[in-house]
Each structure stands twice: as structure tokens, then as C-alpha cells.
């Protein structure tokens, strides 16, 4: 692949909440999907460099699950990126299904996990980190979405309960930063308690069109209403990356690869 469009989201930290000392950016990756821009990666490499970004958040399906798994391209991007950057690492569903039909893929999965944490990258698997950038207190968490909720054709219920039984309770006194692959559940993550919730998976809605936006998702469901950008709902808030990458509908219309950066003050 060849280019991709920046995006940036100014992301204000409510006034009950202890904003940053100074204003920060971060980076938002998703759905590269073994894809690459430049040898090495190295044009993607040089546009997060630019931003000098306090953390990279990675919402998932970062390689391809096909019959052999691709996930070179994805485990060198992680190696540089976590010579200079805290990163923050929850899957998709790609990882999810390397990981969990060991009958089909054998020990890959676990092999990627292994190899990412050995370069440093936190690995959030219905857990949590406690950070703090640029004197902020924030708490990382990572949503390991159950199956059900990638099927095709369909909609699983998911609830802010049953997010609470996965993850526990919200950080009450700190910012709550939730990385969760599908977005289509915004109002339960809202409903459980992140203040801003990082999510991918829609690739944008494949195809775009005026006025009415994405038009598929990887589940074959039309008109996502999350497809990608920045949504808010109880004073909490969504951003969704259209992806860096392409697999399940490999195509892109009216609808460019994005990187996202996140200022955050």
C-alpha cells in the first residue's frame, strides 16, 4: 500500500476530571492487517515520529488470520514502536482467532503474544494499566470482546454487567481510557464508564457515501453507525480508526487508510 490520511481528534478532558499539565498527543493504530507503507514500514514509522506522541494505543487485528498466519509486518512495526513509545495493545478479532483455534493455527497465536511482550509492548487482556501522561492519571484497559460479538450476519448483546464481570469497576478518580476492537457496543463501554473508548474493525464502512457514510462492516451489516470518527454519548466519548489495512472485503472506496492521532488536553 502506498498512502494514508492523517487524522487528528481533540479530545478534552472534563473539567470533574484531572486534565494533563501540558497538552499530549497519542497515536491510534488499527486493522493494519500486515499491511505496509514503505520498506519497513518506515513512512507510517515517520509520521508517528512526527507527532512525538506520549503512547501509542493499538485496538487490535494488526495481522491477517488466514490458513498461515500473516503477522511478520505486524511484529516489526511493534519492535520499533516500543523502542520509543509506551504501547498499549488490546486484540481484534484476527489475534482472537489465531490465538484461540490452536487446530487450525497451532501455537501462532501464542507465539505473537510471546514475541510482542518480549519487545516491551503491554498486552491488555481484559485487564488494566495505570499510567500517567504528562501528570495525568489514567487507567488503560483492555477488552478482550467475546466471539460471539464478531459473528457475521448479527448482532450480540453485550452489556456495561457484563463489561463490569469481565473487567471490574471503572477508576473512578482517573481517566478511563477503554480499547475495545468493535465499536458497535459504544453505549454499553459508555454505559460502564470510559471516558473515551479506542476502537477499529469497520474499516470505515468499506465503502463510503455521501451523507449516509460507511456502507458495510466486516459482518456484512449495512450502514454501521460507528463506522469511523469521533461520537459522543453521556458525556463520554468514541473514536474509531477506518484501519491502515484491508482483509475480509479487501477494497477501500471514498474511504482512505487512516492513521489517527489523538490530542488529548
Same mark, same amino acid.
Given at each position: 500500500m502506498s498512502d494514508f490520511k492523517l487524522t487528528r481528534y481533540r479530545i478534552k478532558v472534563s473539567d470533574d476530571l484531572r486534565g494533563p499539565q501540558q497538552p499530549f498527543s497519542a497515536i491510534l493504530l488499527s486493522d493494519l492487517h500486515n499491511a505496509s507503507y514503505g520498506e519497513g514500514n518506515s513512512v507510517l514509522l515517520q509520521a508517528i515520529r512526527n507527532e +512525538?506522541?506520549?503512547?501509542?494505543?493499538?485496538?487490535? $487485528? %494488526?495481522?491477517?488470520?488466514?490458513?498461515?498466519?500473516? %503477522? $511478520?509486518?505486524?511484529?516489526?512495526? %511493534?519492535?520499533?514502536? &516500543? +523502542?520509543?513509545?509506551?504501547?498499549?495493545?488490546?486484540?481484534?478479532?484476527?489475534?482472537? +482467532?489465531? !490465538? *484461540?483455534? &490452536?487446530?487450525?493455527?497451532?501455537? $501462532?497465536? =501464542?507465539?505473537?503474544?510471546?514475541?510482542?511482550?518480549?519487545?516491551?509492548?503491554?498486552?491488555? *487482556?481484559?485487564?488494566?494499566?495505570?499510567i500517567d501522561l504528562q501528570k495525568m492519571p489514567?487507567?488503560?484497559?483492555? #477488552?478482550?470482546?467475546?466471539?460471539?460479538?464478531?459473528?457475521? /450476519?448479527? +448482532? =450480540?448483546?453485550? &452489556?456495561?454487567?457484563?463489561? &463490569?464481570? #469481565?473487567?471490574?469497576?471503572?477508576?473512578?478518580? !482517573?481517566? =478511563?481510557? #477503554?480499547?475495545?476492537?468493535?465499536?458497535?457496543? /459504544?453505549e454499553a463501554y459508555a454505559a460502564w464508564g470510559a471516558e473515551l473508548t479506542l476502537a477499529g474493525h469497520l474499516h470505515g464502512g468499506v465503502i463510503r457515501l455521501p451523507y449516509f457514510g460507511g456502507v458495510v462492516t466486516p459482518q456484512f451489516r449495512l450502514f454501521p453507525k460507528y463506522d469511523r470518527g469521533i461520537f459522543k454519548r453521556r458525556g463520554k466519548q468514541l473514536v474509531v480508526s477506518a484501519g491502515l489495512g484491508s482483509h475480509s472485503i479487501p477494497i477501500r472506496i471514498n474511504n482512505p487508510p487512516e492513521l489517527v492521532v489523538l490530542d488529548i488536553s
Open positions: +512525538k506522541p506520549e503512547a501509542v494505543f493499538v485496538a487490535g $487485528d %494488526m495481522l491477517v488470520a488466514t490458513q498461515e498466519p500473516q %503477522m $511478520d509486518v505486524a511484529l516489526a512495526l %511493534m519492535d520499533e514502536l &516500543t +523502542k520509543q513509545y509506551p504501547v498499549y495493545y488490546v486484540e481484534g478479532n484476527h489475534e482472537y +482467532k489465531v !490465538r *484461540k483455534y &490452536t487446530e487450525v493455527y497451532g501455537g $501462532d497465536g =501464542n507465539r505473537f503474544f510471546e514475541a510482542i511482550q518480549s519487545f516491551g509492548v503491554h498486552l491488555l *487482556k481484559n485487564s488494566c494499566e495505570r489514567i487507567t488503560v484497559w483492555g #477488552l478482550e470482546l467475546p466471539w460471539q460479538c464478531y459473528r457475521r /450476519f448479527q +448482532k =450480540n448483546e453485550l &452489556t456495561a454487567g457484563q463489561i &463490569t464481570e #469481565l473487567l471490574g469497576a471503572p477508576d473512578e478518580e !482517573r481517566y =478511563n481510557i #477503554l480499547l475495545a476492537h468493535n465499536p458497535v457496543y /459504544f
